[in-house]
Structure formats: structure tokens, C-alpha cells
């Protein structure tokens, strides 16, 4: 067995559920369970281990935080019933890619929290409070789907910016490919396409399905499906991307009409100026159509990410360095697009055959993982 | 005080959740309590209480089950959030009815187990175990959202069939009217239309919604919100009812495609002709969207009631006895329905003014509330 897959092999179960998914939400007990392995695995090659106040955990070959240290790295947590490749990839590539290379580097490793927002709803919660993106009071208060809060899950209020981030020399993170652009085993991101997540809630009146007349109806339910269905076709026509994965309907009855459905718009393109249009279009539709049953929309930016575009010069470093590595864009977005604004950052995609993510059928081969950790030692090296 | 005001306040508090709403599934502590208050009200009455083996409980003024008993009574059990007086209202009218006329009467009163079918799905299924239309083993594996089994809550496999409900000479059920059709206090039920709920499961590909391109996917929820608006336009079209109200989908995250979305149907028609092509015109719009989807669609019929139509003879005896009450037909589902194949079956409404039922704002006024324990009394008085 290679090394890689020893490795991989350690924590392949951990989270995961009947259907093959995971279910590694932050702070959790599997993603606990995976914190633990990262302090011993970093135990183990002597490396030392500092949590940052805000859910962070990093190992270090060098003193923490030291002018001049690369940080490698990447998250546990899993969209529920994600792939198992998506985050972990990174962190365990990392620890490899060290045995290969030594621990004699100014090289440091980290485990960002609620990279997906799966658990509290806003991703990159970790990276955006490390960096200041987020107040600490805001993340401290984001409640899960039973309640708890970010803080009380944390149990202690987030620490916040650390400026120390900005001493380091670069941050590069390993991650598997999401799509199937990448047909090599290993490329180099030039740029995250902006982002965002906005929450519709539409409220109606609830009601018997049974006695209400059509005509005396308020229901929310259609203005959601008509969102739905908008967000799909304005998004083909405009070149861009909307996903509604999420919904939740009070009571959620069969026989009664919801009082209030809520909807979760994700929604992706090229350019700033094209999702924004994407976003009127979609709350246009929305709102004429509430109009026509009688139902009430509101809508709150969860989380938006302006368009991240990577250190070009890095990337084509990198891409030099690992053979004229293809550079190219994604549409996912990452720690590694947080931390840009503040230091030279870079990633290394691996190929994804099916281009499967997010789902348990998500799956990078172990000759291309290996060819990862080869890739990030050399990368390692060159910028040590 | 009125003796009803009285009584009502006894049960007014229980199972209420914030936001005004009821959640008093079956077999759960708020309906568990229902029952130790309807022991209790019997045991102040004198009344001997028996169970059936199915989760319904009984008291009954004379020998239990005696031949030319006339039955009354209601459920406990409520929607999620909805109101206080689908059920309950039938229940608390009996005792106060029992109080005018006395007790030396035939009269049972009855309070059936999952009426709504808000916990393992079935309506009725007290009242369908007891008349033989539900297998006892179908109706013990039903699960609720917990996984716990209806067998489980019973605490035992359920007794099904009793042959002594055809002794009884008739049940007449009192109950808060669901719409908005009776403008004077109290109606007197012709029919129940057909109705029934179809479990609708939409299979698709789950993935990531960022980087999967829109031409690539397999969305389960366009196929959805596409089958929401073709059952809404289609009962608009056929004059009949129809809703989705109730949605689940996995994995439910705001950054995947979902793999699967399930969704249920409840239809309802004045006639079952109607409500057949109802059905056929809603699949046939969910199967052509699938196609174009790239997804799948099962369909599974959870429960299907035919055309009630109640008693003729005793609905106008009922109507007589009450000044001449209006009769007319109802879209709501009620154990009278399922026993009315059984004995001979009536049902006395009380004015809802809003017509708002299966929700929070579902109300009838006291001075109704009394005029119905008045009727009541008035048709067991007469009955037996």
C-alpha cells in the first residue's frame, strides 16, 4: 500500500454514513475525531500545534506564525452526505508531502473550520474570521438547524483577526478538482468565479388543503417552485450558475398549506457584473410572482464572495514548476480565495474523473493523489 | 364562564407551541395528556373507559359496544402548528352534550388515534384499523420522521378489525367546519369529497453547485417545483383541489444539487372521475418535466379515500331536528368517513368565520362552540 493510501486509509471512515456520504459538519463529533488525528499526526513528525481562538487548528514545522512560513492546508467538514475527498485531501497531502521533504522548513499546516457553511451557514467561517472578514459577535451568533450557536459550538467567543496571517510568505491549498475541466492529474487555479448564498423567505398564509378553495389560497409553495425553476433558466441564459439545494416548509404538513417556505439560492458566474444580473433577474421573477399568489418575499445575503483572482505570478510559477501544469478557474469556493486578499496564495487542483462533488460519488484516483502530494512537496520546497 | 368556556380551557394550553399553533401528534406526551384528561372527564361522568387494541379510547355511558349504542366523539390528535379545534371540539362537545341529556342514555364517545396522519402518514388510521380497511401489520410498520414505528408507539402490534363497531346504530361526529361554505352555526354534512396523498420521489444526481455546469445536471428539484406548478394549475383547471405542502430534500445543503427530492401530493375532488383525471394530468406534467430533467419519479399512493357520502335519511332527520341546518359536502377527511361505510354516519359542522383550519387562526366563536354542544345534544337525545 503507498503512503498515501495508508494514510488515506486512517480516516476514511470517520463520518461516514450508510450511502457512502459524509457527515462531518465542524465541531461535531467526526470532525472532532479528525481534529485529534491532525494533533497526532503532527505529534508524530514533532511538529507543534496552535488553535487560533476561532475553530483554526495549525501544526507547524517552524516557530508558529514565523516571517516568512508557508502554510499548506485545506478543512474537515463535509457538506452533509459529501465526498470525502473535498477538504481532507488537502490537510492529509500536506503532512505527506512533508515526510518527503523534511520538517525542517518554514512550512506550516492547517485545518480550517466551516470551510462549507454546512453547519452555520456562512463557509469560509473560519478563514473569514482569522482574516477579519467577519465580525467575531456575527459568527459567534450564526445558530445550526437545532439552535446552537457558532459560539456556544466554539465554547468561547471567536477570537477574530490575527494579524500575524499577513507574515507568512504564501498560502497554497491542495484540493480535489470539482468539475471536469481538469483532464491532467494536477493543475493550478487561476481565479474563484464570485459567489454568493441568499436565503428567500416566502410567506403565505397557512391553510386546509383540503377546504381551501384555489381562489382563497396565499401559498408559498408556488412562489418557491416559480423561483425555482427561474433560477434555473435565467441562469442558462446569462452563461452563469443557480442551485436551490435547500428548502424548509412550515409546518410542513401534507394536508395544510405552508405558511412560509424557505429557499436557499446559490448562485455562481465569470464576473461580478454577470451574477449580479443574474441575482435581478431571479428576485424580479420572484416578485412579480408573489404578486400573482399573494405571498410576501424576502431576501438576505447569507454570505457573497467577490470574484477572487490568485497571484498570477504564483500560479504561473507553479504551473512551471509541475510541468506547464494547466492553470484554470473555478466556480467553488475555498479558504484559500479568503486568504488571498491578504497574502500570496495559490491551489493545486486534483483531477476529479466524473467531476462528481459535494455528493458521495465525489472521487480523485489514488495514482493522482499520489502525483498531489508529489506535486505539493515540490511546491513545498521551492517556495522554502 | 360558560360550561363550555370551562371545560375548553382544561385542554386549551396543551401541546400549544410558540407561535400559536398545536403540536399534538399522536401517541406523543401533549396527546398522551389528552387522554389521561379524557379518562379523567369519564371518570366524573361515571362513564367506563375501554381501549381497542388500535389506540382509540372509548367511554361510554351504558355496557360497552352494547347493541343500538350511538357513537360521538372526535380526535385529539392535530396537523403540525395547527389549530386547537379540529378534533378536540367534537370531544369536549360530547361530555358537555352527555351533561344536558344525562347519562342513562346509549352513548359512547370516542377519541380516535392519528386522524391527521400527521405522524406515520395515514389519516384516519385509528378508525381504519378498527373497520378493517388498514392491514395491523401494514399499519405497525408505518414510521414517523423519526423512524419510530406506529407499532412502537402503540407499545403493541395493533388489534385491528372489531367486528362489534356494526352493533352500534349510529356515530355522529361533531366538528369544526374547514372552510369557509356554512354562514349560519351549525351544518349538517352531506359527503366528504374523494381525496387522497401521493408520495412523489424525484431522483436525480446530487453534486456540487458551484462548479457542476447547468448543462451537466440532474437537478430532482427543477422536476419538484415543476410538478408544485402543474398540480396547482391543473385542479385550477378541473375545478378540483390540489397542494404541495410538504417537501424533503437530501442532502438539503445550500452548495449541492440535490440526489433526490420528495415531495407529496394531496388532491381532492367533488367526484372521483375528476379526481382520477387530476392525478393523470398532475404525472403526466411530472414525467414529461423528468425527461428534461434527466431525473426520475415514483409515485406512491400513501392513502386514497373514495366519495363519502354520508347517511341521506339521517343527514335530513339532522338537518329537521335543527331548524332546518343547511347540508353540504366538505373536502376535509374524517373518521366518519372512513366508519360511515360501517354504520349509519353523520356529521354536525360549526361555523368557522374565517375558514381558516390546519393552521394557528383556525377559530369558532363560543357562542357557536355552545350552539354545537346544544345540537348534539339535542341529535343523541333524539337518537337514543
Known sequence: MSDFAALWAEIAGVGRAPGGGYLRYALTPPELALRDWFRAQAGRRGMAVT?????????????????GTVLTG??????????????????????????????HRKVGIGAFVEEEGGRFGVPCLGSRLLTGAIAPDRAAALRDRDGVTFGEALGAAPAGHLPQITRLSAFVELHIEQGRALTTPIGVASAIWPHGRWRMEFTGAGDHAGTTRMTDRRDPMLTFAHTVLAA?????LIGAHATMGRVEAEP??????PSLVRGWLDARAADTGTLDRLLEAVIKQATERAGRDGTELSVVAESVTAEVAFDTELARRLSALLGDAPILPTGAGHDAGVLSAHL???????????????????EAGVADCEAGVAALARVLEALT
Do not use: K
Open 51 to 67: 488553535e487560533d481562538g476561532n475553530g483554526n487548528l495549525f501544526a507547524w514545522c517552524s516557530e508558529p506564525w514565523a516571517g
Open 74 to 103: 485545506s478543512h474537515f467538514d463535509s457538506v452533509p452526505h459529501g465526498g470525502g475527498f473535498d477538504g481532507p485531501l488537502g490537510i492529509v497531502s500536506a503532512f505527506l508531502a512533508l515526510d518527503r521533504i523534511g520538517y
Open 232 to 236: 434555473n433558466a435565467e441562469a442558462r
Open 252 to 257: 410542513n404538513a401534507t394536508n395544510a398549506i
Open 344 to 362: 500570496p496564495t495559490a491551489m493545486l487542483f486534483v483531477r476529479n474523473p466524473t467531476g462528481v462533488s459535494h455528493a458521495p460519488a465525489e
